[in-house]
């Protein structure tokens, strides 16, 4: 059995534990999880036994073949997907169909409603999402192939630094880079921010130079073929100020406090209160404003969540970000960013680019 048809396999009995005999799945990149598929405007119908991708004409070579042995409907103008959805629905007769409450808008459920008659709509939250929590060899692979992209591209950036550049040039470089080295591009848009503009966690990249300020931040991410990867680090771009050394030091240590937190069987809230206390300690606390992590994988931000208010466990197979920081108005900020991997004793950080504050010297 290949790798999506053990998830929808896991899927259905998922299904059947919220009370539905079948799913519709609406949620494109859910859908390419349990398929293979990487196109979009396409949904998976999983009945008790069959597997159905309802999706239109343009699609229909791609589907035939990335996803072999799935039963294709394919609409032809001017159906539209909702009518289509009613055709493919009334063939399999479920009674219970569970829906995607997080990706369906109100709109569309009520139009589903309204045409399947017969059919009781369950609403179901986080059933896929908790199944891409755990990510299989494949998708390990995947992450290790976006992350090491996304670290060569960096490299590239960082020995071409120079005074004048802006922070926009520089995160068009970086999608320039991870496009030269076989990436779809970004994983998301990069921050590139100097000086007072890294106080903002998500900073938009403008027009400071880097030779406005002694520092400056990058938080970027690739994606290679499907998969993302998501880094922070922050570079001296001068002389390495007692401030800077100092909010850095705190930083480091309060990101090696998480990540030797991360084992299977840790709650993901005791992970983020390993590194949020280091930094508390340190007098810091009001300017660490976010958790401290999330997963990555199809999506730069996915399930779990590294925060306070996350009881649940960490599992073998999750991959998480850690990303502790500290924001100073006025002066800027420090966060560092790695990408982990919970194995069965313990876990690996998956990012290698150097972190080591003396490391992250650059002469421009
Ligand atoms: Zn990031
Ligand atoms: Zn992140």
């Avoid at 001068?238 to 709650?267: C, H, M, N, W």
């Avoid at 999506?299 to 920081?325: D, I, N, Y």
Wanted: charged letters at 30%; aromatic letters at 4%; hydrophobic letters at 40%.
């Amino acid at each position: 059995m290949d790798r999506p048809a053990k998830r929808r396999d896991k899927l259905r009995s998922r299904v059947r534990s919220a009370g539905a005999d079948s799913i519709l799945v609406t949620s494109e990149v859910n859908v390419t999880y349990l398929t293979g598929f990487t196109g979009d405007s396409s949904y998976l119908l999983l009945t008790r036994d069959r597997q159905i991708v309802l999706s239109d004409a343009r699609y229909e070579e791609d589907l035939q073949a990335e996803c072999p042995g799935l039963d294709l409907e394919i609409r032809r103008p001017p159906t539209k997907m909702h009518e289509w959805v009613e055709q493919v629905v009334g063939k399999a007769k479920p009674r219970k169909m569970a829906v995607e409450a997080d990706s369906l808008s109100v709109a569309q459920f009520d139009e589903f409603q309204k045409r399947l008659k017969g059919v009781e709509l369950v609403k179901t939250s986080g059933l896929v999402e908790q199944l891409r929590e755990i990510k299989d060899k494949d998708e390990i692979a995947a992450i290790r192939r976006a992350v090491r992209l996304a670290e060569r591209a960096f490299a590239v950036i960082r020995a071409a630094l120079r005074p004048d550049q802006t922070e926009r040039e520089i995160a068009h470089n970086l999608e320039h880079q991870i496009r030269l080295l076989g990436g779809r591009g970004c994983a998301f848009p990069p921050i590139v921010a100097v000086g007072p503009n890294a106080a903002l966690p998500h900073a938009q990249p403008g027009y400071a130079r880097i030779k406005d300020s002694p520092l400056v931040l990058i938080d970027w991410g690739a994606q290679g073929r499907l998969y993302c990867s998501d880094l922070t680090r922050v570079l001296a771009t001068a002389k390495i100020s007692p401030k800077l050394e100092a909010t850095y030091r705190v930083v480091f240590d309060a990101q090696r406090a998480g990540i030797e937190a991360i084992r299977p069987g840790a709650t993901m809230a005791a992970v983020d209160a390993a590194a949020r206390s280091v930094i508390e300690k340190a007098g810091y606390g009001g300017q660490f404003g976010h958790s401290l992590g999330h997963g990555i994988g199809l999506q730069t931000h996915e399930s779990p969540r590294l925060a306070e208010s996350e009881h649940r466990e960490l599992k073998t197979g999750m991959v998480v970000t850690v990303e502790p920081g500290i924001y100073l108005p006025g002066w800027g900020g420090v966060r560092i960013e790695d990408d982990v991997l919970v194995t069965k004793d313990g876990c690996e950080v998956l990012s290698h680019t150097p972190k080591e504050l003396a490391e992250c010297v650059v002469q421009i």
